[in-house]
């Protein structure tokens, strides 16, 4: 008699929990891995520039997202002039941990357009319209409540359609050779002119 209650005590309990898998799922397995993501960089407002990016899960280790940047400086706090920057596009990022918008390291690839315009005494001196392709690799850190942290390093190449280039040299002419350097690739930043420039990301998420 008692064998046999050995036995219903062990074969009880692997029915219960065959018949009744949510009661031993984890947090995600029972509401759903998270699908979507929106992240802010509250760092960048210190520029005046806001940036973002809207993230959807495609595949189990894979998501896909739209950048959104824009930037306004008025001419009080830039020399050159009053800059007007926008930016938009499109981008796959790729989780090593093989869940797609948890915490990990990642690596991204993006491609991106827009325009620069800049403006000095309500004149148009310097516009470009641009293309730019960017890899990032970074680290994704998730907390309580679904926000999250991300952190990362990376390179682009701007490449400007119809960038100024002689307002650029007679620009970086009056220049001592540092602050000609940065001139210049503050410009390729801004989307005015060509060539590679550094990247980065320090933001905030938010994932449901």
Known sequence: MKKYLLVLSAILPTFAIASYPDTISTPYQKHGDPSWSITVSPFQLAILQ???????????????????????????????????????????????????????????????????????????DSKGFFVRPASTIGYRINFGGGFALNAGLGVAYNYSFNPDQDLLERELSFMKKNEASATRMLAVMQGLHSGFMPTGELSLSYTW
């Open 50 to 124: 806001a940036s973002g990016k809207l993230e959807m899960k495609v595949a189990d280790s894979i998501s896909l997202y739209v950048p959104m940047d824009f930037q306004f400086y008025p001419q009080t706090l830039q020399k050159t002039g009053e800059l007007l920057y926008t930016a938009s596009g499109l981008g796959a990022r790729y989780y090593f941990s093989g869940t797609a918008l948890t915490s990990g390291l990642f690596v991204d690839g993006a491609i991106v357009g827009g325009f620069g315009l800049l403006r000095a005494d309500g004149k148009t």
